[in-house]
């Protein structure tokens, strides 16, 4: 069973006003448990709409949202569980940062779940492992930590309530390439030694590509495909005709094979392309002559 | 949502009450207050609520807006008529235990209640007709005189400045962090009041420390662009008066005269 399933989502902001617009309009998704997902669009398109729906922040306008089969805004205790389900890490969340230690920020989820003292302290320890934060960041203030240890404090702060489905909303925004890295690699680690469900908004086609199992396009407000990455990237010109760009490597590859190179399949990361490039070094024997 | 806020927003437009010189308007509203406050009897108010109604249709303000400005005053003005319907000394009318309505309570009570509408709806027309770097510039010129006794005029029209651009961006910021919160579990609609103040403290501390951040940038950015006070400092839009500033200053102090007169010579409220 999908653990994500929305049922002709939309939502209009301003309603009843000249200003009504439909941020997102009929969305219907299913997204299987386990799954690492990248959500790209452009900005407008609805992605932060659609994820602020996806644990009841937002109200839909009219449609349904089943998370493990129930429907979230059935009745209220459903939906306080749903926030504690679906973890939702904003943009920049460093500024929702507030207490006087690490620790004490990072247990501010647990202690709203009404986790006992040893299993918020565990929460704690875990979610800390989880972002690569050692022990003795514990009893620092968060606000003299540096800008990419204070993202992770506070996507720490996120995965320590446990939640079946964690989302991100870029979390790599505004990151130096180092950073971005380090964000992205413990991501892809939480999500394969936790099998949790990731959802993972993002900007770049590169990192999509190079971590995600599924990818969702967004555009205009309503789902322009989802499926695997190879099946996204086939559609690599429809993908530019609505002004989003495939990863570059796949661009070049593309070109190469108008040139009469074959890959023998699509290239969306740089590791693949080299293992290809090398094999068929290896194939022609080390000349230069790769075409 | 927090972006509901909507006291005293301004409405963008080019009629001739707009056009007034934001200095002329702010002194014109003051007169106004202090004609509020002599005139007592009733054609004089008559008078006046012609004026503003007319005022309102000129500059295409809509009757909602009106509404919306009074309504939160509302308390307040059944709080004032209560207290002089019961408290002003006079001939009663009604007696029940230690309460007494007079003839004079009754009076004071509706001139009371009148004056503080056309208060308010008086200088919600300055607010809703002038944007508010228009009003801050006029204020700046206005308290000029004040330099002589060393207060920082310009600094403090540059803060009202800041201080009016930043609201929006603020209350944003809110929205931001509220919805951060909520996603961690944050219970911001239901306990005690004490329960529900504590939960105010992971919204606010992230405010204050995001406040300073761009009162920081901000500084700097002003700095990078040599800002250094009111020194020396000449305006991208002047103030001119005009012929229609005149024009407005002359058919309302007719008015308010005539308002005037009308109370020395007719019957009053009290």
């Given amino acids: 069973m999908a653990i994500i399933k929305t049922e002709h989502l939309t939502h209009l902001y301003g309603k009843g006003t000249p200003f009504e617009k439909a941020a997102i309009h009929d969305v219907n998704l299913e997204i299987e448990e386990g799954e690492l997902v990248g959500v790209i669009g452009h900005t407008g398109s609805g992605k932060s709409t659609l994820i602020q729906h996806l644990n009841g922040l937002l109200k839909p306008t009219s449609g349904h949202i089943y998370i493990d089969g129930t429907d979230i805004f059935e009745n209220t205790q459903i939906l306080q569980k749903t926030r504690f389900k679906v973890g939702l890490v904003f943009q920049y969340p460093e500024y929702q940062l507030f207490e006087e230690t690490v620790e004490k920020d990072i247990a501010f989820g647990p202690k709203n779940l009404g986790f006992t003292e040893e299993q918020i302290n565990e929460a704690v320890s875990h979610a800390m492992e989880c972002v690569g934060l050692s022990d003795k960041f514990r009893k620092k203030s968060p606000f003299e930590l540096s800008g990419g240890q204070k993202r992770r404090v506070a996507i720490a702060g996120v995965i320590a309530m446990r939640p079946k489905v964690l989302i991100l909303d870029e979390p790599t925004a505004g990151l130096d390439p180092k950073g971005r890295d380090t964000i992205l690699n413990l991501i892809s680690d939480y999500h394969r030694a936790e099998k949790n469900t990731v959802l993972l908004v993002s900007h770049s086609m590169e990192d999509v590509a190079k971590y995600c199992s599924k990818v969702l396009v967004m555009n205009q407000g309503s789902v322009f495909s989802y499926g695997t990455v190879a099946e996204t990237f086939s559609r690599a010109d429809e993908i530019e005709q609505i002004g989003l760009s495939v990863p570059q490597v796949t661009r070049l590859f593309s070109l190469l094979s108008k040139e009469g190179f074959e890959a023998g399949e699509e290239v969306y990361t740089i590791a693949r392309a080299k293992e290809i490039l090398l094999q068929k070094f290896l194939q022609k024997g080390g000349t230069n002559d790769v075409i | ?270």
């Fill in chain 2, 1 to 270: 949502m927090l972006s509901d806020i909507t006291i005293g927003q301004f409405f963008p437009g080019k009629s001739i009450v707009h056009r007034i010189d934001p200095r002329a308007k702010i002194l014109l509203v003051l007169a106004f207050i202090i004609v509020l406050f002599i005139v007592r009897n009733p054609v004089s108010f008559l008078l006046i609520a012609v004026f503003l109604i007319g005022a309102y249709i000129v500059a295409k303000i809509p009757a909602n807006a009106i509404w919306r400005g009074v309504k939160p005053i509302l308390p307040l003005i059944v709080f004032t008529s209560i207290l002089n319907l019961f408290f002003v000394d006079g001939e009663p009318l009604v007696h029940w235990w230690i309460f007494k309505i007079t003839a004079e309570g009754i009076s004071v009570a509706v001139l009371m209640a009148i004056r503080i509408v056309c208060l308010i709806i008086g200088s919600l027309l300055l607010t809703y007709t002038t944007s508010p770097i228009a009003l801050t510039d006029a204020i700046e010129r206005l308290l000029k005189p004040l330099k002589v006794i060393r207060f920082p005029v310009h600094e403090m029209a540059m803060m009202m400045t800041i201080a009016l651009r930043f609201i929006p961006t603020l209350l944003e910021e809110t929205d931001k962090i509220m919805s951060a919160q909520k996603a961690r579990g944050a219970d911001l609609e239901t306990g005690s009041i004490v329960k529900r103040a504590k939960a105010l403290i992971p919204i606010l501390i992230p405010l204050f420390v995001s406040a300073f951040r761009r009162a920081e940038d901000l500084a700097l950015a002003m700095e990078c662009r040599c800002y250094r006070g009111g020194e020396g400092r000449t305006r991208m839009k002047q103030l001119y008066f005009s012929r229609l500033d005149a024009a407005a200053a002359s058919v309302t102090g007719v008015l308010f005269a005539a308002a005037i007169l009308m109370d020395i010579f007719l019957p009053k409220f009290i």
